[in-house]
């Protein structure tokens, strides 16, 4: 159970990378256009930041950090059974 719940976060936090570099790419492209004269979707990346990219990039965050410390929790618990 523990490694499928770990196995679903992992899956989880990848589609959620590629959300957060879409968008990135997104914002470069349409900075470049927007500089330019061309509409590549600046506004409608500025009115979608607020409702998803946001807590895209705060739940990729809080995800590496969750699944950091269960690495680590996980670490120690081996390493105090293998020492009993």
Avoid: D, H, R, Y
């Avoid at 349409?30 to 979707?41: D, I, K, P």
């Amino acid at each position: 159970m523990k490694e499928k719940l770990l196995n679903w976060l992992n899956v989880a936090l990848m589609c959620n990378l590629f959300l957060v570099l879409i968008s990135f790419f997104w914002l470069a492209i349409a900075v470049v256009g927007e500089t330019t004269g061309v509409n590549l979707g600046w506004n409608l990346w500025q009115k979608l930041w607020e409702p998803v990219f946001t807590p895209a990039i705060g739940i990729l965050m809080a995800g590496a950090i969750v699944s950091g410390i269960t690495s680590w929790i996980s670490k120690k618990l081996n390493s105090k059974a293998s020492s009993s």
